[in-house]
T-cell receptor, first 116, second 113 residues
Framework: AAGVIQSPRHLIKEKRETATLKCYPI?????VYWYQQGPGQDPQFLIS???????DKGSIPDRFSAQQFSDYHSELNMSSLELGDSALYFC???????????????FGEGSRLTVL | GEDVEQSLFLSVREGDSSVINCTYT??????LYWYKQEPGAGLQLLTY?????DMKQDQRLTVLLNKKDKHLSLRIADTQTGDSAIYFC?????????????FGTGTRLTIIP
């Protein structure tokens, strides 16, 4: 079965550069979530989109922005990168099942960003 | 996460049962999850329980929920070396259009041969 696809899997950038991460949700999933997991930390919610509209916002820095496109894929844009942005970035998707949301999130393998 | 707490480490002998505990604070959570994360890998959903249940069993996994004490546990029977990983519990309110998860701090399970 198709899973959540994230790209790139690994990315190395320098301070003050810009990075873009992409997420392709499971087909027919309408909601996308972004999480950030620092070294040795638990995943922290950044932002989510439902039907291409932002549905919730967590601890996402102002230097970051995201959007969901008409094909439901999402991109996380990160500018003015700082050393502390080095982390594993997860995308997850979910959908309504039979008219009721199941509460299940399906995670991608993550994109590992290293800022030098 | 500050609202969901777990012990950081657990060591278990191969073949024994592992019990990983989690305490959450939001009594309105509707779903509670257990995720497994192997080194350098993504988050794998193991199982979840709806808040109106107190137990769920799935093969070697048993989830117990004590809603009064806001305590969740995951029991892994006959623990194997492949079970070595970090286990995160997570909660969500599951509002329509938003299953924002709040994760626990994670418990690193080490299997002793």
């Amino acid at each position: 079965a198709a899973g959540v696809i994230q790209s790139p899997r690994h990315l190395i950038k320098e301070k003050r550069e810009t990075a873009t991460l992409k997420c392709y949700p499971i087909p027919r999933h309408d909601t996308v979530y972004w999480y950030q997991q620092g070294p040795g930390q638990d995943p922290q919610f950044l932002i989510s989109f439902y039907e291409k509209m932002q549905s919730d916002k967590g601890s996402i820095p102002d230097r970051f922005s995201a959007q969901q496109f008409s094909d439901y894929h999402s991109e996380l844009n990160m500018s003015s990168l700082e050393l502390g942005d080095s982390a594993l970035y997860f995308c997850a998707s979910s959908t309504v099942g039979g008219g009721r949301r199941t509460g299940e999130l399906f995670f991608g393998e993550g994109s590992r960003l290293t800022v030098l | 996460g500050e609202d969901v707490e777990q012990s950081l480490f657990l060591s278990v002998r191969e073949g024994d049962s592992s019990v990983i505990n989690c305490t959450y604070t939001d009594s309105s959570s509707t779903y509670l999850y257990w995720y497994k994360q192997e080194p350098g890998a993504g988050l794998q959903l193991l199982t979840y329980i709806f808040s109106n249940m107190d137990m769920k069993q799935d093969q070697r996994l048993t989830v117990l929920l004590n809603k009064k004490d806001k305590h969740l546990s995951l029991r892994i029977a006959d623990t194997q070396t492949g079970d070595s990983a970090i286990y995160f519990c997570a909660e969500t309110l599951s509002n329509f259009g938003n299953e924002k998860l709040t994760f626990g701090t994670g418990t690193r399970l080490t299997i002793i041969p």
